[in-house]
């Protein structure tokens, strides 16, 4: 999700009393992931007294450091309505730090908001991840414009593509982590891949299709309306699984050996 659109978003919840208590947020740039919550917080509340940020300490976040956190949520805001609780590098928590944490998750103290940050939440207990709601952002450089959308679009259409033409399974998987690794763009390679379908249906009745395939009309003879919603279905099976945390290399690659055993007629 684009950075602005994310922070009008939970800012309205805020403001309209429908923020929830906990979010992980995640993104593989640390670092940017850190400056947007950082401007999220001076939106939540004006006053940096009422905001407290725990960060590792060496290669983890001590169950201390949550202990310590933990107790300042339990006392009233220092000037403001609301408490800000940043956990940076939540992911590197102990198992212990965590478990400690899931009380406070499970009941939290007035009208406080944790915010975990996290580079992979897979990392995080399940247990943290079922009480939290979970928000992808992208990199910094993909949220101002449309490059890497294109490159997932091109690249899911193509596997598409390849799929019903037959090709072997290890040609077809061949260089997709590149684009799928992150789970934000597993989605986007989701979403291309069910409109491509959307298309073929589409492709016989002569309504405009939105990929300009010049392949597309050929390819839609392949493939009859059945195989396109069972493929449709599977889609949305893997969508699930990426809900559930379940690997998302793994979700991908078993996504397309399903695709691959629908035979075309």
Request: with cysteine; charged share 30%.
């Amino acid at each position: 999700m684009r950075q602005g659109e994310l922070k009008q978003r939970l800012v309205h919840l805020a403001r309209n009393g429908r923020l929830s208590h906990a979010y992980i947020l995640e993104c593989s740039d640390t670092d940017h992931l850190v400056r947007f919550v950082q401007s999220l917080a001076e939106e939540l509340t004006p006053y940096k007294e009422d905001v407290h940020t725990v960060c590792a300490d060496g290669l983890s976040v001590k169950d201390k450091a949550i202990e310590e956190l933990l107790a300042r949520l339990s006392l009233k805001p220092l000037v403001g309505q609301r408490i800000v609780a940043v956990i940076q590098d939540a992911d590197t928590m102990t198992p212990r730090a965590q478990n400690r944490l899931l009380k406070t998750l499970e009941e939290p103290p007035g009208d406080t908001v944790i915010f975990l940050l996290s580079c992979n939440a897979e990392h995080l207990l399940p247990t943290i991840r079922s009480r939290c709601v979970l928000l992808r952002l992208g990199k910094e450089g993909e949220e101002e414009g449309e490059g890497s959308h294109d490159e997932i679009q091109k690249h899911a259409h193509a596997v598409c593509a390849m799929i019903l033409e037959g090709k072997k399974y290890y040609s077809i998987v061949e260089g997709l982590h590149e684009v799928t690794g992150q789970k934000e763009h597993a989605y986007a390679f989701l979403d291309a891949m069910e409109k491509w379908y959307r298309d073929i249906l589409l492709c016989p009745t002569g309504i405009p299709c939105e990929w300009k395939d010049p392949d597309i009309q050929k390819l839609s003879r392949l493939l009859n309306r059945e195989q396109a919603y069972r493929a449709v279905a599977h889609i949305e099976e893997a969508r699930r699984d990426l809900n559930r945390h379940i690997n998302t290399n793994y979700t991908i690659k078993n996504l397309i050996l399903k695709l691959i055993q629908e035979e075309p007629t």
